[in-house]
C-alpha cells in the first residue's frame, strides 16, 4: 500500500509563488503517473498537472499553464508542484493522486491514490 503527503500550502500574497511536495511512502515499486488536484468549497474537485512516470511528460489545466511546473524526483518518491504567479483564485485544497499505467489522465477517477491535501491561500 502507498501513502501519500502533502506539504508545502500556505499563505501566499497575490503574483508569489510556492512549491508543493508530495512524498509516497509504503510499496513505491510500482510506476505510477502522478497528478496535482484542487478543490474549494462546493466545487467538484479540478485537475491542475499530471506528470508521467519517467517526468518527461506533462500536461496543465489551462488555468495554470505557463505558471505552474509539475516535476518528480524517483530517487526520493516525491512529486512537486512549483507554483508561480499565484492568484487568488489559486487559493483551494491541493491534493496529489497516483495512477498506476502510462495514461495522463485529467480525470480524478482515474486516480487510485490520494493524499489528505494541503491548504494555498492567495490573498489580494
Known amino acids: 500500500q502507498v501513502q501519500l503527503v502533502e506539504s508545502g500550502g500556505g499563505l501566499v500574497q497575490d503574483g508569489g509563488s510556492l512549491r508543493l511536495s508530495c512524498a509516497a511512502s509504503g510499496r513505491t515499486d510500482s510506476r505510477y503517473v502522478m497528478g496535482w488536484f484542487r478543490q474549494t468549497p462546493g466545487k467538484d474537485r479540478e485537475f491542475v498537472a499530471v506528470v508521467s512516470w519517467s517526468g518527461a511528460s506533462t500536461n496543465y489545466a489551462r488555468s495554470v499553464a505557463g505558471r505552474f511546473t509539475i516535476s518528480r524526483d524517483n530517487a526520493k518518491n516525491t512529486v512537486y508542484l512549483q507554483m508561480n504567479s499565484l492568484k487568488p483564485e489559486d487559493t483551494a485544497i491541493y491534493y496529489c493522486?497516483?495512477?498506476?499505467?502510462?495514461?495522463?489522465?485529467?480525470?480524478?477517477?482515474?486516480?487510485?491514490?490520494w493524499g489528505q491535501g494541503t491548504q494555498v491561500t492567495v490573498s489580494s
Open positions: 493522486a497516483a495512477s498506476r499505467g502510462t495514461y495522463l489522465s485529467t480525470t480524478q477517477s482515474w486516480y487510485e491514490l
